[in-house]
């Protein structure tokens, strides 16, 4: 028989954030007790290996990769852990360890309190891999609490998520409520204002970066390498804006009071891979927090949002960039300069993208000229415009799409909730039939069901109110944008894009222009 002492031992302790408040399976108490049995078997210990606050449901922790290098290397020949749920929770995981690796690498494994010991032939051995599963089930079943317990935090409007949107911080005295970061905010605001101007994504993320403006990822003092823009050397202490950054900030509804959570969940418990939820899955609780953006603007901004995407052409500023289309395909229509000419020219994307299989034609237009062109089409539409009858009779019922869908999907997600809890009202009503409950939890739940179906009923009223009013086009403001268009030589970017919705250029020159008002003919 091999003596103990030819044994390497190392020793194996784990304590994820789930088991943190069981006092037997703290990282001192698993010490305290796989030491005790090195010392009564005389084993002859090499290290020791901790995972503090790592879970079991997969493998890719420091401590334990450090032992299998080990192994690897044959510094040690003997694990030793508390019990198997230490190892790991993983059942495939932990069975391919005890039934695998360690045998083909000759390593004893020993599981104290499970009775298992792989050298010696006993039925606790028999048995390990059902006690692998039974580690797994608890896995799962912790995993299913923890997740049915952020859903109802957050149905209570309490932000549970780690890190803070920026432009907020945690509430010192309650660390679910986000109050503003004063700082931080007016860089929000900034990045708002300068979208209600027509500017694109790149445009104000150039603008904040040439301006040194703090990144949200320096805020949260990411490491940054020096970057250079047009020669002039950014500090790693700003950081370099980017439209991606942009864009989420000004889609963001956090920053109109309400908590958006939900949108990605977990692929399964043992992966910590994400997917991204349909936005009618989003868990949405309004005025939960102090705005920084008032309703109106967010809302507005939504509606400029689709002509101010990010365009290939970024040298160059062009007034009508984002606004055209191939009115034959429906393809965004780009602006091109040529250092040859020194003139701008529009070509399809469809058609230079595919062009070999002719799904399109160029739809090739001198930009100066065609520019000039649709300037005088939307002067002449807008001299019509100062019939004021005849402005309030076209464009006194116009909603903007964008805003009614989204307003449209919480309806419908607020009904379905609804319908929900009034099966449940009458499954509790049923069990009170068959005294499955007594009178009291009767009146209990059903009260707290029907003051949830009352306050969802209410919230629907709001926002089909939200839908009438912020939906409709403010005909003081339209009058507003057409005398500043028509007193200016050149119009400024943010009085084209409040004015325009989309300008079709067909193949034959002719141009189609559709306003963010109804035409008059």
Known sequence: MVGNNSFKVGLYIRLSRDDGNIESDSIISQRSLLNQYIKENNYNLIDEYVDDGYTGTNFDRPA?????????????????????????????????????????????????????DTFIDNTNNDIAPFKAIMNDMYAKDISKKVKTSLHSRMKDGLYVSGRCPFGYMKDPTNKNHLVVNVEQAEIVKLIFDLALKGNTYHYIAQYLTERK??????????????????????????????????????????????????????????????????????????????????????????????????????????????????????????????????????????????SKYHVCTTHTNNYEVLESVILDNIRDVCKKYLDKNKIKESISNIEFED?????????????????????????????????????????????????????????????????????????????????????????TRELIVNLVEKIYIYQDKMVDIIFTFKNIT
């Not at 852990?81 to 360890?97: A, F, N, P, V």
């Not at 009034?422 to 039939?433: A, G, Q, V």
Request: charged share 30%; proline share 2%.
């Open 213 to 354: 403006i703090k990144t949200p990822a320096s805020y949260y003092n990411y490491v940054w390498n020096t970057t250079c823009i047009n020669t002039n050397c950014i500090s790693q202490e700003y950081g370099v804006w980017v439209d991606t950054t942009i864009k989420s900030i000004l889609t963001n509804q956090i920053y109109v009071g309400d908590t958006v959570q939900g949108k990605t969940k977990k692929i399964n418990y043992k992966l910590k891979k994400t997917v991204k939820n349909k936005p009618n899955d989003f868990i949405i609780v309004k005025n939960t927090h102090e705005a920084i953006i008032d309703r109106d603007t967010f809302n507005y901004v939504q509606t400029l949002l689709p002509k101010n995407v990010k365009r290939p052409e970024k040298k160059r500023f062009y007034l009508l960039d984002g606004l055209l289309y191939c009115g034959d395909c429906k393809h965004r229509i780009t602006i091109r300069y040529q250092n040859k000419t020194g003139r701008s020219y529009t070509t399809c994307d469809y058609y230079r993208t595919y």
């Open 403 to 491: 805003n009614t869908l989204k307003i449209g999907r919480q309806i419908e997600s607020l009904e379905i909730t609804n319908n929900k809890l009034i099966e449940s009202l009458d499954k509790t009503y049923m069990d009170r039939l068959k005294e499955i409950i007594d009178e009291e939890q009767y009146i209990r739940v059903s009260e707290n069901i029907k003051t949830e179906i009352d306050n969802n009923k209410k919230n629907i009223d709001n926002l089909k109110n939200e839908s009438i009013e912020t939906n409709k086009i403010d005909n003081k403001q339209i009058d507003k944008y057409i005398n500043e268009f028509l007193s200016l030589e050149k119009p």
């Open 64 to 116: 334990f990769k450090r032992m299998i290098k080990d192994i690897d290397l044959g510094k040690i020949n003997m694990i030793i852990t508390k019990d198997m749920s230490r190892l790991g929770r993983d059942y495939i995981g932990t069975g391919e360890l005890i039934e695998k690796y360690f045998p083909n690498n000759n390593i004893r494994y020993i599981a104290i309190n499970d009775g298992i």
